[in-house]
């Protein structure tokens, strides 16, 4: 099962996409004096840019372009590495190695994000950048990033794909660092199917961008070949179905993050009497997605007797979003001289190890998360999935 935007998904999308279907022309560029152009992939960088309040943001074919693009954006060469946490969806991975750079791994910490304490043990000569993964939509301690990478000259790619509609201190996740990368897939706070956005303050960066994703084009073409071509691109192009339903999409996210936030406060104060476990460090506890309610129990013994009595499974389970499930990187880096196993993060086992991820909007066992609540609960249903858990503790 998905996350909330599928769970919410009614007239509005297909209407949209059917706008789109009757005038029958699905291409992001065109004559803006044809009116079968709808300009909807140009109206949706434009209404994430002011929801984001941003200058830029581009539309992709997903999160997993998106962070090329971002990655080719900021200018990295080949062997230059870039931190990444050792808890992210393997993407954040395979985007780094694809484009030529050096992942290096970093512990996370009770926030399941990247634990900023580790990072500066991780910087080498080498290290250009820093990738913090806003995990399971629970922003990272970016303050104490940003201090880090202003220190060390570092630049800051923020992977929002499980994040879009989270802040921190006020800004949305994204504009914090110097680009950040969302993805549109069917497991994230909104989807359209497949679908990336990226955003950043900064022209350069945009332009970069936009040429990765378009054939080195420059931006605002409208079919014609615009200007001369310094950048190599590939196609990673977002069309106009996709985009019609992302807008539909974008106009629910609000009510989608503010529910998810009123049944899990709901659904924590039920648990919070039983014993054994602490809720997760939320950086900026008003403003995370609550796609997830992740709880750390005290110890190994109890995560796995409670997950096993409610057919789940501790984090540590949850293949490709945990370094040592992951034997492709694995073996990448081997072949580059960074061998890891199981062990080589041990304060990032320990705590997946004692964790416990209960979906609250987004139900998707890949992520350890095919036990919970969702958006469209009842108050009896998360009175009953609250007592399950209590129960669960107890036995
Ligand atoms: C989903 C996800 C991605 C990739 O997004 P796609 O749209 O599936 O390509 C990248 N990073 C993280 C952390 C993700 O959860």
Same mark, same amino acid.
């Given at each position: ?20 279907? +009757? ?15 709808? +300009? ?70 009770? =926030? ?17 950048? /820093? ?58 706070? /909104? ?69 998810? +936030? ?69 073996? +990448? ?10 062990? =080589? ?13 209960? =979906? ?21 249903? /998360? ?13």
């Amino acid at each position: 099962m998905p996350g909330p935007g599928a769970y919410w998904f009614g007239k509005e999308e297909i209407e949209a996409a059917m706008e789109v279907l +009757h005038a029958g022309y699905l291409f992001r560029y065109g004559n803006e004096n044809d009116q079968k152009f709808l +300009h909807k992939v140009f109206d949706l960088e434009k209404e994430f840019a002011r929801y984001c309040d941003i200058n830029f943001a581009l539309a992709t074919s997903s999160g997993t372009s998106s962070l090329v693009a971002s990655l080719l954006a900021l200018g990295l060469n080949p062997g230059d590495e870039i931190i990444v946490p050792a808890y992210t969806f393997v993407a954040s991975y395979s985007s780094v190695i694809f484009v030529g750079l050096v992942p290096v791994l970093a512990e996370i910490d009770e =926030s399941l994000t990247l634990d900023p304490e580790d990072i500066e043990y991780r910087i080498t000569p080498r290290t250009k950048a /820093i990738m913090p993964v806003h995990m399971l939509g629970n922003p990272c301690d970016m303050d104490r990033i940003m201090a880090i990478a202003r220190k060390h000259n570092l630049l800051v790619l923020e992977d929002c794909c499980q994040a879009a509609g989270a802040s921190y201190n006020g800004k949305k996740v994204g504009t914090i660092g110097d680009i950040g990368a969302f993805s549109l897939n069917i497991f994230k706070t /909104i989807n359209s199917g497949d679908g990336g956005l990226i955003v950043t303050n900064d022209q350069a960066l945009y332009e970069i961008a936009f040429a990765v994703h378009d054939q080195g084009h420059k931006p605002l073409r409208f079919g014609v070949e615009v200007g001369s071509r310094n950048v190599l691109g590939l196609n990673f192009r977002m069309n106009e179905i996709t985009a019609a339903v992302g807008l539909a999409q974008l106009r629910k996210i609000d009510k989608i993050v503010a529910t998810l +936030h009123e049944k899990r406060d709901k659904f924590k104060n039920l648990i919070s009497s039983a014993a054994g476990f602490q809720f997760r460090i939320l950086n900026d506890p008003q403003a995370d997605c609550a796609t997830l309610c992740t709880v750390i129990f005290d110890t190994k013994e109890q995560a796995a007797k409670v997950t096993r009595a409610l057919g789940s499974k501790t984090v540590d389970q949850s293949g490709w979003h945990v370094y040592a499930n992951m034997e492709h990187v694995l073996n +990448h880096l081997k072949k580059v001289g960074q061998p890891h196993k199981k062990g =080589s993060y041990p304060k990032t086992d320990d705590i997946l190890s004692r964790s416990m991820n209960i =979906s609250i909007g987004v139900v998707d066992g890949g992520l350890g998360a095919g036990w919970g609540i969702n958006i469209n609960s009842t108050n009896a249903e /998360i009175e009953t999935a609250a007592s399950q858990f209590i129960d669960a503790c107890n036995s």
